[in-house]
């Protein structure tokens, strides 16, 4: 099993909709949340960053965390064709240096 | 101005052969990294270097070998390349390593195919 389970989709959505992402992880100790997105031949942009459990908001992005769960969310309001991209979490541990555990990663896609 | 710069962006070489990734970051980061996303998009790190000195060796064979001239460059140099290391590797860098919550900035990748 994968410390951070994601699933790849394809998520296929129109316009406007409010597109949900989410992960799972298994190692209680991850202390920071990240969501990342990737177009295509590109690198990872941070999009998001949480600490520990609760709420964060920008723009037309939430992320969410419930540490009792396991389980983290991106909420995309809005969303644009322009979100069309490969949505990544990742997470890490402050005594690990500072090292990234990625998700595989989920694809979108918003269809005008 | 691009923050992390890799070069080159594809390679593609026969399989046996030894090659250079290079990676610069003009970001004044301390801390930076070298990742491996698979064909599956699974991205995974390899390596760490804080100031020059490596902090994060994952499980990865000792063909791969990193270096770090000064805190604003890090390569990877592979020998004996194998079909397995065809993927896209990543650099990245982070302002420090301390305390779990620098986030990392990533370069657009490195395509390497072993023919």
């Known amino acids: 099993q994968k410390e951070v389970e994601q699933d790849p989709g394809p998520l296929s959505v129109p316009e406007g909709a409010i597109v949900s992402l989410n992960c799972t992880y298994s190692n209680s100790a991850f202390q920071y949340f990240m969501w990342y997105r990737q177009y295509s031949r590109k690198g990872p942009e941070l999009l998001m960053y949480t600490y520990s459990s609760g709420n964060k908001e920008d723009g037309r992005f939430t992320a969410q965390v419930d540490k009792s769960s396991k389980y983290i969310s991106l909420f995309i309001r809005d969303s644009q064709p322009s979100d069309s991209a490969t949505y990544l979490c990742a997470m890490s541990i402050m005594e690990y240096g500072n090292k990234l555990v990625f998700g595989a990663g989920t694809i979108l896609r918003v269809k005008s | 101005d691009t923050a992390v710069s890799q070069t080159p962006k594809y390679l593609v070489t026969q399989m046996g052969n030894d090659k250079s990734i290079k990676c610069e970051q003009n970001l004044g980061h301390d801390t930076m990294y070298w990742y491996k996303q698979d064909s599956k998009k699974f991205l995974k790190i390899m390596f760490s270097?804080?100031?020059?000195?490596?902090?994060i060796n994952e499980t990865v064979p000792n063909r791969f070998s990193p270096k770090s001239p000064d805190k604003a460059h890090l390569n990877l140099h592979i020998n004996s390349l194998e079909l397995g290391d065809s993927a896209v590797y990543f650099c990245a860098s982070s302002l420090t390593r301390s305390g779990g919550n620098q986030p990392q900035h990533f370069g657009d990748g490195t395509r390497l195919s072993i023919l």
């Open positions: 270097y804080n100031n020059k000195e490596l902090i």
